[in-house]
């Protein structure tokens, strides 16, 4: 009786020792398919003027890119499956599209020698800030952009969204961009005692959207700085840089 016993419990120990646990098969470890992505090609348009929108940043989760000098951009999406796509630049409005991205992306492939290309985007431009130069010319600038500065020897020039003048009367002024409405130059070196001591200040005529028309001098320019006004060429997307001994007019939005 006691052998039969201890065979009995022998048996239980090496069937308990090579049993499986009741939920093993349900702790297996499955791969994870990655999600199979394809190229996607688009462009993007400014849906007033129709011209191409250069800069503008397209991003989808983690994913990113940059439209090129015509409007073009191209990125990897998950395939066979909706995308949205944020589109931003500075003087712009933001836009939001949803996209069906085709694997081989078939049929929406664009570039330049694609004969029918499909529909583009379309971007809606905010109001711009016109800078006229005394040779004829003009530059618009995204008005998000538009600062004004002085220009110091041998290091990058000091910005601001507000310009430092003072008045004919040594009253001094600091109005945000968004408060002017025009400004009248070229800047010319002229006397204001008031405001400057160590000599000529270059002055303009200032408009401002209360109605205002001021005769200002720029206070950095009485340690002799260069005053300029600086921002985003609204339609290249390239930086601006301009004298404003050299503007004869600014126009704001």
């Known amino acids: 009786m006691r052998l039969s016993l201890t065979l009995l419990l022998l048996t239980t120990l090496a069937t308990s020792a090579f049993a499986l646990p009741p939920d093993a098969t349900s702790n297996k470890v499955r791969a994870v398919q990655p999600i ?18 250069v800069a503008a940043d397209i991003t ?52 330049p ?68 409405a025009r400004i009248v130059g070229p800047a010319v070196r002229t006397r204001n005692a008031n405001c400057c001591t160590m000599g000529d200040v270059l002055g303009i005529t200032a408009e401002m959207k209360s109605g205002e028309r001021l005769q200002v001098t720029f206070s950095d320019s009485c340690a002799g700085y260069d005053m300029i006004v600086v921002g985003r060429n609204h339609v290249t997307a390239q930086p601006v840089s301009l004298n404003l001994a050299t503007v004869s007019e600014i126009l704001f939005p």
């Open 36 to 53: 199979p992505e394809t190229p996607f090609f688009g462009r993007i348009m400014d849906n007033l003027t129709g011209n191409p929108v």
């Open 113 to 180: 020698a694609v004969p029918a290309p499909p529909t583009p985007f379309t971007m809606t431009p905010m109001p711009v800030v016109t800078v006229k130069s005394t040779d004829g010319t003009s530059v618009t600038i995204d008005t998000d952009t538009f600062l004004f500065g002085y220009v110091l020897p041998f290091a990058s020039p000091v910005t601001s969204q507000s310009a430092a003048v003072c008045g004919m009367d040594g009253t001094s002024y600091a109005p945000d961009r968004a408060e002017f």
């Open 60 to 111: 989808n989760g983690l994913r990113s890119t940059t439209t090129d000098a015509n409007g073009y951009f191209n990125m990897s999406l998950p395939a066979n499956r909706n995308a949205t796509l944020t589109i931003t630049r500075t003087g712009y409005q933001t836009a939001t599209v949803t996209v069906p991205v085709v694997e081989s992306s078939s049929g929406v492939i664009v570039s």
